[in-house]
């Protein structure tokens, strides 16, 4: 069986998206004869703690644990909520951003390049050296962000004879909080470098979306697949839904994520019908920020609106499967253009209809219509998500309410992994 060392910074207990990519890919890789062996840190600084997902660890699967230093252990000590905030990428508009937040925004930008996991590079390159020299493995790969991670790779590439796949979960220069991290011109050519030079060595380099395939390859000749995120549980055609008319968003919500419109359409529609205000819910699960819960309480939707919080990925499930409507946001930028969140094919999986919003160019959209599983909308379409959204409320009322996919078998994690299974190969 052929050995591939996969070099993650994420791995149960950590949460959220980030971890389940390649905790499903090793899941399924032996199946196509393929024996992964995992490396990871020993005592990360994770922002979100998710303990459900230790138990879908093989327990004989490889796991490699090193230690990593890592400065947001000092960072939290002055502010623990900011510290959090940033390690997740979830950073203020710049007018509310405090002093606090705009120097540490400064140093994580400027003196962690490409991110503050980098001083895990130099002692991962030397035992991963001998690792690999001792146990014959000729294939490893990177998954980022952090993008520093790749770095690894970079340097085992250069010193050993070996096959290099770097996996972007998201863009690197090209995301959206990273126009955000106020870099000095020295830190951005550092940024634009690094990147360079991963781009052009890889062997091949895996993406999740269309529209990022599309951006790397202006910039490198290497080989660019697009393999994107996908469920993994079976569709339930008999979870009880819910008796009231629930739209619910699972997931984070930053200060970008604040569609406007839609607290306002949703307003109008409470106060333009007593019937509706009757049943309407909105449910929030995962962290929502604070400026978005203000847009939510200032629109009058606070006496219909749940907090739920964060919750474990398995109890997120429960939601998917009962609630009438999913809501998907992205935030209305040109980068989020590249981003199609993993929440998408489980949500699709869930057999529930999707309202999404996000920007005026996105694969979303395109994944939504191909499936048949929704609805897209983009930033000014206040009227017609109005009308969509009162429409499946009168089928609602009739019991009427369902949707029909079509096509989403390909998104299941094991078809992914097969996928990946012959890039390695």
Do not use: W
């Given at each position: 069986m052929k050995k591939v060392i996969i070099i993650t910074y994420y791995w149960p207990?950590?949460?959220?998206?980030?971890?389940?990519r390649w905790l499903k890919f090793v899941k399924y890789l032996p199946d196509f004869g393929i024996e992964p062996i995992v490396y990871c840190p020993q005592n990360p600084s994770y922002p979100i703690i998710d303990s459900s997902m230790v138990s879908e660890v093989n327990p004989r699967l490889k796991v490699i644990q090193k230690p990593i230093n890592e400065p947001y252990r000092l960072a939290k000590l002055i502010s623990k909520s900011k510290t959090s905030n940033l390690s997740k990428g979830a950073i203020s508009e710049p007018n509310k951003q405090t002093i606090l937040e705009k120097i540490l925004l400064f140093v994580r930008g400027n003196f962690f390049v490409p991110d503050a996991r980098i001083s895990w590079v130099k002692p991962s390159f030397s035992f991963l050296s001998d690792y690999i020299k001792i146990h014959k493995v000729d294939t490893i790969i990177?998954?980022?962000p952090p993008h520093s991670l790749h770095l690894i790779g970079l340097k085992l590439k250069q010193s050993h004879s070996l096959k290099w796949i770097t996996d972007f979960r998201d863009p690197w220069t090209h995301i959206g909080y990273h126009k955000k991290l106020k870099l000095t011109k020295y830190a951005k050519r550092k940024h634009d470098k690094l990147e360079?030079?991963?781009l052009m060595n890889s062997d091949q380099i895996v993406v999740t979306s269309p529209q990022t395939k599309t951006i790397l390859s202006k910039c490198t000749t290497s080989?660019?697949?697009?393999?994107?995120?996908?469920?993994?549980?079976?569709?339930?055609?008999?979870?009880?839904?819910?008796?009231?008319?629930?739209?619910?968003?699972i997931g984070n919500l930053h200060d970008g994520r604040n569609p406007k419109f839609l607290w306002k359409t949703?307003?109008?529609?409470?106060q333009n019908s007593i019937d509706f205000s009757k049943y309407f819910r909105l449910n929030l699960i995962g962290h929502i920020s604070e400026t978005v819960l203000d847009s939510i309480r200032t629109s009058g939707l606070g006496a219909y609106t749940n907090y739920i919080g964060y919750v474990s990925h398995s109890e997120s499930f429960d939601y998917q499967s009962r609630t009438q409507l999913l809501l998907l946001i992205e935030e209305k930028s040109k980068e989020s253009q590249y981003i199609i969140p993993g929440k998408l094919f489980e949500y699709i999986a869930s057999n529930r209809p999707i309202?999404?919003?996000?920007?005026?160019?996105?694969?979303?959209?395109s994944i939504i219509n191909q499936t048949d599983s929704g609805n897209y909308f983009k930033y000014n379409e206040d009227e017609l998500l109005s009308a969509v959204i009162l429409e499946h409320f009168k089928k609602f009322k009739k019991g009427e309410l369902y949707v029909n996919s079509k096509g989403f078998d390909k998104y299941s994690r094991k078809n992914l992994t097969f996928k990946l299974s012959k890039l390695i190969k």
């Open positions: 207990p950590a949460g959220g998206p980030g971890v389940q990177t998954t980022g360079a030079s991963v080989p660019i697949s697009v393999i994107t995120n996908g469920h993994d549980f079976e569709i339930s055609i008999t979870s009880k839904l819910d008796s009231m008319f629930t739209l619910s968003h949703l307003h109008d529609l409470v309202i999404a919003i996000g920007p005026d160019e996105s694969d979303i959209e």
